[in-house]
């Protein structure tokens, strides 16, 4: 038989592919998640990791289990969800989800949310995570999964990423040349961060394009305009991460946090936060990608009024914003001929 809390522990490590960072996920010692491993590796009969001083890595049984181990775990939630409540939650939720969430299992929790209260109506508004605060500012909405921004609490993660510099999949960062930038029309803290991050450097940018949704900046960087920022995972296949590129600097982590408008009241709001929570913690990442460490969600605090950041350096002034042809250079990003089949775009 096998143990559900083993499966939660094999599950925070295949996602970590660290013992150390999963012991901190799921708020165990070390010792216990080796020891939760190895009891699980013993139900099975087969060996799950390969470990050595420097590395975890996932055997092909792993593999295989990790998808075993998702459609127990979200059963038992769904299980657990049901019976807790001895009737299904009413009423309207007007729900904001940031839109870079929108590729993620957010609208199939929404659905099994939905299913299990039928007497529930949730209204989605997916916009920018400013835009959604704003709404809730102006109490146009009654709860919003956003980015964390710089100065708020540190409630957990419903969502946890790492921020990465994304770009066209032949682009070459040019260090001694400003760096061209695709950023959002409205500010956001993971901007905001790369921004300070390149001032903090001393590195020169300017801005190439700006978009008010995610397609229009996906847009400008396809077409090899400039660089921007994205959650790691949700980047799309097609666009590369600039891994180890010249003077860009290492961004950290990205949380998406739930942001309600009142914390006197969560009933209907609080019964939702704890479905997506469920769900979306439960979700199988690409390998390394920390994610939150629980579902409980006890707490709801208020954010902190006026806590976003402000960039700490001008762009650079005067600098060309011409398309970028093949074999030709748009600021500090060259867009170079489609390679031979056996060489590889470098940075």
């Known amino acids: 038989m096998l143990n559900p809390t083993h499966l939660r522990t094999f599950v925070a490590v295949a996602r970590t592919l660290s013992f150390t960072h999963a012991a ?9 998640v080796s020891e939760h491993i190895r009891k699980l590796e013993t ?6 990791f390969t470990r050595d001083t420097h590395s975890v890595q996932l055997t092909a049984d792993g ?32 729900f904001g989800l940031a839109e870079e969430l929108a590729e993620t299992d957010a609208p199939s929790a929404i659905a099994d949310f939905l299913r299990m209260n ?21 109490e146009a909405l009654d709860l919003v999964l956003g980015e964390r921004r710089p100065g708020e609490d540190d409630r957990k993660p419903v969502w946890r990423d790492r921020l990465v510099w994304v770009g066209h999949p032949h682009t070459r960062v040019d260090k001694d040349e400003p760096l061209p930038l695709v950023l959002p029309s409205h500010p956001c803290s993971a901007t905001t961060r790369a921004v300070e991050a390149l001032c903090a450097r001393g590195q020169r940018w300017f801005r190439a394009a700006t978009s008010s949704d995610v397609t229009g900046l996906w847009a400008a960087v396809r077409a090899g305009l ?36 009142r914390c006197d009241d969560m009933g209907l709001a609080g019964a939702f936060c704890e479905a997506l929570m469920t769900r979306m913690s439960g979700a199988h990442r690409k390998p390394g990608l920390p994610s939150a460490p629980d579902r409980a969600m006890s707490a709801y605090p208020r954010r902190a009024p006026g806590a976003a950041g402000r960039g700490c350096c001008r762009e650079a002034p005067g600098e060309p914003r011409q398309r970028g042809e093949p074999g030709t250079t748009t600021g500090a990003v060259r867009i170079v001929p489609e390679p031979h089949q056996d060489s590889e775009a470098q940075l």
């Open 24 to 32: 901190a996920e799921v708020g165990l010692q070390q010792s216990t």
């Open 43 to 48: 139900a099975v009969g087969r060996k799950l």
């Open 63 to 94: 593999e295989t289990l990790i998808g075993f181990a998702n459609a127990i775990l979200d059963a038992e939630a769904r299980a657990m969800t049901h019976f807790a409540r001895s009737g299904a939650v009413s009423g309207v939720l007007r």
């Open 118 to 138: 039928p007497q529930t109506r949730v209204e989605l508004a997916v916009r920018s995570s400013r835009v959604l605060e704003v709404m809730l500012e102006d």
């Open 226 to 261: 400039g660089v921007t920022v994205h959650a790691r995972s949700l980047t799309p296949d097609d666009l590369r991460e600039l891994a180890g590129a010249v003077r860009l600097p290492d961004l950290g982590e990205l949380d998406f946090v739930f942001k309600p408008a």
